[in-house]
């Protein structure tokens, strides 16, 4: 098949002659278009096309921007037809010596629609300005219209300056120069992509554009955005924008957050005005977003999508509801310690915390905060973060936690992904809110100079809000109970796997994983906990228990030490401690500096958890010498679902070793399934609980997740099988229903042999003397791949290199008593972990690493 630009087909291209009704037009005017359409190949394929993709490029473009979804459709033979449109003065279609406006091409495209006698039912599919006037067309003709996409576009400024890029582009003394002399404009907008676009596409996007004469439509776009109230395509803009809020149609919103002209913030207001859409945001993917990624495959899944997974998903999440203030509601008069802080020294009663979360709920409430606004919370563990959690669960706000683990850059991606109207933060927080362009109305912890809180952006202060919340609801009963369905939080994972995903919990489900942990580990109202594991410091007051928070950096759990974990203890008589693996190491390793009185506080532990990652048996055991009198348990779970399964140390001696490591059988209401692996390592769709099948670990239980906030595509992958949670781990359930976790499903190594799974061969080779710890990872192409070992020695390796060989030696008659042959074993000093736990290898960079320098190229440590 011949193509007339790469990747598109010739028997594509075709031009139209349509007669137009558009008003700038003299009567009896018609223009000729072109169009990319499949409808000849539909018929010589004898497919009848269940619906029609209109799909309207932007500027500078033109509908070789919609060729993916044209071959996608092509190569599954899928029954679709797809109409990608040059406007009129764009692409190769006619220059028609008229300035057209914003109704005009809503017109025109009308006009075209007409002539090809397209009646439905339509799919509209829009990129930048092609997405208004896509819009446009779709409210004129509501009854043809079945589904709405949206690519990277803008229907309002939203109270927003014009984007820089436009601005200039606007500006009288450029504006001539850049979009029609030049081909500036063209180059700039090109320069946009990621990653950068091959030169012969870069060609093909050029093509139509060659001289002044051709650009001439790609300059009048520009001039005719409507950003002044007074610009001619203003009203049709505001009519467009208005009227898109009554379309009940089903919406997909794409987006590629690295867009420097429609920024979030226009995601955002799109999101307000459709409600209902499907959204998701390509993390690292920017202004040319069908350049950018695959987007023809949601597109398509997102048409042939049914919600029975989701419903199925749903009814796992009817249990009994107990609303998350319940506890602290009814100690309205308890004086007795719920709180307390470490560092400074600090305490609140149940009746005080009753008292300052109603003012605090009261004080945002009088600023604005409503039902399911989001208010991001960066704020440490504590007093004040506590307040403000149960805060805005009295208002029905949505909280996002995302901590300063993360990262700089990871913060950042995370917060303008939640897209929270508020931001809660302490001055370091608010630092970075200013200069990194942060969404939210900034509210600071802390009173602070007036200086200081104008540079800052700071509109608000903790202290003003709970004084004017302390007038207004001093009793806390204006408030209205929360929907039980819905948003109640926004928590982000490690990023240990890729960008931090935002996971949304209901008000049921966050209610629901406080029961679990009430009921598994017996955690009544009156118990005593320390939160050295920050996913667990918001459950104290729902659990009716005192909470303290040990005097660490809890973003760095290697920061807590045996001293300050027992002083915590200490403080509220602790019976119970939630603790990271990173976090008890350091314990142990500071445990030294214990004197006699903090060792007897910590005798009177009964209950010590470790959860973020899997901890061997050896460490496990030097905590009970430190825990005597504790239950010592280490719970598996994910921010999706925590916790999943439990297992105690008497559990993991009596499971002994085997392929993985053994984290116990579900809690109390979750169940556990598998997906198990084909010869190529994918897993499958069927959930078997047969003994020893290795595949993908599912879940469902009540305090599952809801969903991935903004991210569509993931979502429904983690739900693809009905009423299951895929987890992303590979494990296998034994004989005694005990769940093994085997490692990820992305670090599976695809060998000559089959799917290999890491943990067992990582443990093989931990168990060498000499040994650190040790990473299995993938080398080569799919199917072929050798295995490979990345270790830490003891003592540690000064610098990255091949192990020794007596070592690489022991560990390959290690590993090879679980059935993996090592092609390789290299040492490094220190292998690279996720910043939130400091636990979990990141086997992905190593894997490149690792290529990298058995591939010859220098060796540095990674």
Same mark, same amino acid.
């Given at each position: 098949?011949?193509?007339?630009?790469?990747?598109?087909?010739?028997?594509?291209?075709?031009?139209?002659?349509?007669?137009?009704?558009?008003?700038?037009?003299?009567?009896?005017?018609?223009?000729?278009?072109?169009?990319?359409?499949?409808?000849?190949?539909?018929?010589?394929?004898?497919?009848?096309?269940?619906?029609?993709?209109?799909?309207?490029?932007?500027?500078?473009?033109?509908?070789?921007?919609?060729?993916?979804?044209?071959?996608?459709?092509?190569?599954?033979?899928?029954?679709?037809?797809?109409?990608?449109?040059?406007?009129?003065?764009?692409?190769?279609?006619?220059?028609?010596?008229?300035?057209?406006?914003?109704?005009?091409?809503?017109?025109?495209?009308?006009?075209?629609?007409?002539?090809?006698?397209?009646?439905?039912?339509?799919?509209?599919?829009?990129?930048?300005?092609?997405?208004?006037?896509?819009?446009?067309?779709?409210?004129?003709?509501?009854?043809?219209?079945?589904?709405?996409?949206?690519?990277?576009?803008?229907?309002?400024?939203?109270?927003?300056?014009?984007?820089?890029?436009?601005?200039?582009?606007?500006?009288?003394?450029?504006?001539?120069?850049?979009?029609?002399?030049?081909?500036?404009?063209?180059?700039?907008?090109?320069?946009?992509?990621?990653?950068?676009?091959?030169?012969?596409?870069?060609k093909a996007f050029m093509a139509p554009y060659t001289n002044a004469n051709r650009r001439t439509g790609v300059g009048n776009f520009v001039a005719d955005i409507p950003f002044t109230e007074d610009h001619p395509s203003r009203p049709a803009l505001e009519a467009t924008a208005e009227g898109i809020k009554s379309l009940k149609?089903?919406?997909?919103?794409?987006?590629?957050?690295?867009?420097?002209?429609?920024?979030?913030?226009?995601?955002?207001?799109?999101?307000?005005?459709?409600?209902?859409?499907?959204?998701?945001?390509?993390?690292?993917?920017?202004?040319?977003?069908?350049?950018?990624?695959?987007?023809?495959?949601?597109?398509?899944?997102?048409?042939?999508?049914?919600?029975?997974?989701?419903?199925?998903?749903?009814?796992?999440?009817?249990?009994?509801?107990?609303?998350?203030?319940?506890?602290?509601?009814?100690?309205?008069?308890?004086?007795?310690?719920?709180?307390?802080?470490?560092?400074?020294?600090?305490?609140?009663?149940?009746?005080?915390?009753?008292?300052?979360?109603?003012?605090?709920?009261?004080?945002?409430?009088?600023?604005?905060?409503?039902?399911?606004?989001?208010?991001?919370?960066?704020?440490?563990?504590?007093?004040?973060?506590?307040?403000?959690?149960?805060?805005?669960?009295?208002?029905?706000?949505?909280?996002?936690?995302?901590?300063?683990?993360?990262?700089?850059?990871?913060?950042?991606?995370?917060?303008?992904?939640?897209?929270?109207?508020?931001?809660?933060?302490?001055?370091?927080?608010?630092?970075?809110?200013?200069?990194?362009?942060?969404?939210?109305?900034?509210?600071?912890?802390?009173?602070?100079?007036?200086?200081?809180?104008?540079?800052?952006?700071?509109?608000?202060?903790?202290?003003?809000?709970?004084?004017?919340?302390?007038?207004?609801?001093?009793?806390?009963?204006?408030?209205?109970? *929360?929907? $039980?369905? #819905?948003? =109640?939080? +926004? /928590?982000? @994972?490690?990023? &240990?796997?890729?960008?931090?995903?935002?996971? !949304?919990?209901?008000?049921?489900?966050?209610?629901?994983?406080?029961?679990?942990?009430?009921?598994?580990?017996?955690?009544?109202?009156?118990?005593?906990?320390?939160?050295?594991?920050?996913?667990?410091?918001?459950?104290?007051?729902?659990?009716?228990?005192?909470?303290?928070?040990?005097?660490?950096?809890?973003?760095?759990?290697?920061?807590?030490?045996?001293?300050?974990?027992?002083?915590?203890?200490?403080?509220?008589?602790?019976?119970?401690?939630? *603790?990271? $693996?990173? #976090?008890? =190491?350091? +314990? /142990?390793? @500071?445990?030294? &500096?214990?004197?006699?009185?903090?060792?007897? !506080?910590?005798?009177?532990?009964?209950?010590?958890?470790?959860?973020?990652?899997?901890?061997?048996?050896?460490?496990?055991?030097?905590?009970?010498?430190?825990?005597?009198?504790?239950?010592?348990?280490?719970?598996?779970?994910?921010?999706?679902?925590?916790?999943?399964?439990?297992?105690?140390?008497?559990?993991?001696?009596?499971?002994?070793?085997?392929?993985?490591?053994?984290?116990?059988?579900?809690?109390?209401?979750?169940?556990?399934?598998?997906?198990?692996?084909?010869?190529?390592?994918?897993?499958?769709?069927?959930?078997?609980?047969?003994?020893?099948?290795?595949?993908?670990?599912?879940?469902?239980?009540?305090?599952?997740?809801?969903?991935?906030?903004?991210?569509?595509?993931?979502?429904?992958?983690?739900?693809?099988?009905?009423?299951?949670?895929?987890?992303?781990?590979?494990?296998?359930?034994?004989?005694?229903?005990?769940?093994?976790?085997?490692?990820?499903?992305?670090?599976?190594?695809?060998?000559?042999?089959?799917?290999?799974?890491?943990?067992?061969?990582?443990?093989?080779?931990?168990?060498?003397?000499?040994?650190?710890?040790?990473?299995?990872?993938?080398?080569?192409?799919?199917?072929?791949?050798?295995?490979?070992?990345?270790?830490?020695?003891?003592?540690?390796?000064?610098?990255?290199?091949?192990?020794?060989?007596?070592?690489?030696?022991?560990v390959r008659v290690a590993v090879a008593r679980t059935g993996t042959k090592v092609s390789a074993v290299l040492v490094v000093p220190v292998l690279p972990t996720d910043i939130r736990h400091n636990s979990k290898i990141d086997r992905a960079a190593l894997a490149t690493w690792a290529t990298t320098t058995l591939a010859g190229?220098?060796?540095?440590?990674?």
């Amino acid at each position: 098949m011949t193509e007339i630009f790469p990747g598109v087909a010739r028997r594509y291209s075709r031009r139209v002659q349509v007669p137009s009704t558009t008003a700038a037009d003299a009567p009896g005017t018609s223009h000729q278009w072109h169009l990319l359409d499949n409808e000849s190949e539909l018929k010589d394929k004898g497919i009848e096309p269940v619906g029609t993709l209109l799909c309207v490029h932007g500027n500078p473009t033109w509908s070789y921007l919609w060729r993916g979804l044209l071959n996608h459709v092509s190569a599954h033979e899928l029954p679709w037809r797809v109409v990608a449109v040059d406007q009129l003065d764009m692409g190769f279609s006619a220059r028609t010596g008229v300035f057209r406006r914003l109704a005009d091409r809503v017109n025109d495209l009308g006009d075209l629609t007409t002539t090809l006698g397209i009646t439905g039912p339509v799919t509209t599919v829009g990129h930048d300005w092609g997405g208004l006037i896509s819009l446009g067309w779709a409210l004129a003709h509501q009854q043809q219209l079945a589904n709405v996409v949206l690519t990277n576009t803008a229907v309002h400024p939203a109270g927003f300056e014009l984007p820089a890029a436009l601005r200039l582009a606007s500006h009288p003394a450029v504006h001539g120069w850049g979009t029609k002399r030049t081909d500036a404009f063209l180059r700039t907008t090109h320069s946009l992509a990621h990653p950068a676009l091959k030169p012969e596409v870069r060609k093909a996007f050029m093509a139509p554009y060659t001289n002044a004469n051709r650009r001439t439509g790609v300059g009048n776009f520009v001039a005719d955005i409507p950003f002044t109230e007074d610009h001619p395509s203003r009203p049709a803009l505001e009519a467009t924008a208005e009227g898109i809020k009554s379309l009940k149609v089903p919406a997909l919103l794409l987006w590629g957050p690295k867009d420097p002209v429609f920024s979030d913030r226009y995601l955002r207001d799109l999101m307000g005005r459709l409600p209902h859409a499907a959204v998701h945001r390509f993390e690292g993917a920017g202004h040319l977003l069908p350049e950018d990624r695959d987007i023809a495959t949601p597109v398509f899944d997102f048409l042939g999508h049914n919600n029975e997974s989701k419903a199925a998903h749903r009814a796992q999440a009817l249990a009994v509801y107990r609303p998350m203030l319940a506890e602290l509601d009814s100690r309205t008069e308890d004086n007795s310690t719920a709180v307390v802080d470490i560092n400074p020294p600090r305490s609140l009663s149940w009746s005080q915390l009753g008292q300052r979360v109603n003012a605090l709920a009261g004080g945002l409430a009088g600023i604005g905060v409503k039902p399911g606004d989001r208010v991001n919370l960066l704020v440490p563990p504590g007093i004040e973060l506590t307040s403000l959690i149960y805060a805005c669960l009295r208002l029905g706000a949505v909280i996002v936690v995302a901590d300063a683990g993360l990262g700089t850059q990871g913060l950042g991606r995370a917060i303008r992904g939640a897209g929270p109207g508020y931001l809660i933060g302490i001055d370091r927080a608010l630092t970075g809110a200013r200069f990194l362009g942060w969404p939210g109305t900034r509210i600071a912890v802390q009173d602070m100079p007036s200086a200081k809180r104008k540079l800052l952006g700071v509109a608000h202060t903790i202290p003003e809000l709970l004084e004017a919340g302390s007038q207004a609801t001093p009793a806390g009963t204006d408030f209205a109970p *929360a929907d $039980p369905d #819905a948003d =109640a939080a +926004v /928590l982000f @994972t490690s990023g &240990s796997t890729g960008p931090a995903k935002g996971v !949304v919990y209901t008000h049921r489900q966050l209610a629901a994983m406080r029961d679990t942990l009430r009921e598994t580990y017996d955690l009544k109202a009156g118990s005593a906990l320390v939160a050295g594991f920050a996913p667990f410091a918001l459950l104290g007051p729902a659990l009716g228990a005192t909470s303290v928070t040990p005097d660490m950096d809890v973003t760095a759990p290697r920061t807590l030490t045996a001293g300050a974990l027992a002083d915590a203890a200490a403080a509220v008589d602790a019976t119970a401690v939630f *603790a990271s $693996p990173a #976090a008890l =190491a350091n +314990v /142990l390793e @500071t445990q030294d &500096s214990l004197d006699a009185s903090q060792r007897r !506080v910590l005798e009177g532990i009964s209950l010590m958890l470790s959860a973020g990652a899997p901890i061997p048996e050896p460490l496990l055991a030097k905590v009970q010498d430190l825990v005597p009198n504790a239950r010592v348990h280490t719970p598996y779970g994910m921010t999706e679902a925590l916790p999943v399964t439990d297992i105690d140390l008497d559990g993991i001696r009596a499971a002994g070793s085997g392929n993985g490591v053994c984290v116990g059988t579900p809690v109390a209401g979750a169940q556990v399934s598998i997906a198990p692996l084909d010869a190529s390592g994918k897993a499958g769709d069927t959930p078997e609980t047969t003994a020893n099948l290795t595949g993908e670990i599912l879940v469902r239980a009540p305090h599952v997740k809801d969903r991935y906030d903004r991210l569509w595509i993931t979502e429904q992958l983690s739900t693809s099988i009905p009423g299951w949670h895929r987890t992303g781990d590979v494990g296998h359930l034994d004989d005694a229903g005990r769940l093994w976790v085997e490692g990820r499903l992305g670090h599976v190594l695809n060998t000559p042999t089959g799917p290999k799974t890491p943990v067992a061969a990582e443990q093989a080779a931990e168990s060498v003397t000499g040994a650190g710890r040790a990473a299995l990872v993938g080398v080569g192409p799919t199917g072929t791949q050798a295995s490979v070992v990345v270790m830490e020695t003891v003592p540690p390796a000064r610098r990255a290199a091949p192990a020794p060989e007596a070592l690489a030696q022991a560990v390959r008659v290690a590993v090879a008593r679980t059935g993996t042959k090592v092609s390789a074993v290299l040492v490094v000093p220190v292998l690279p972990t996720d910043i939130r736990h400091n636990s979990k290898i990141d086997r992905a960079a190593l894997a490149t690493w690792a290529t990298t320098t058995l591939a010859g190229g220098r060796i540095r440590n990674p």
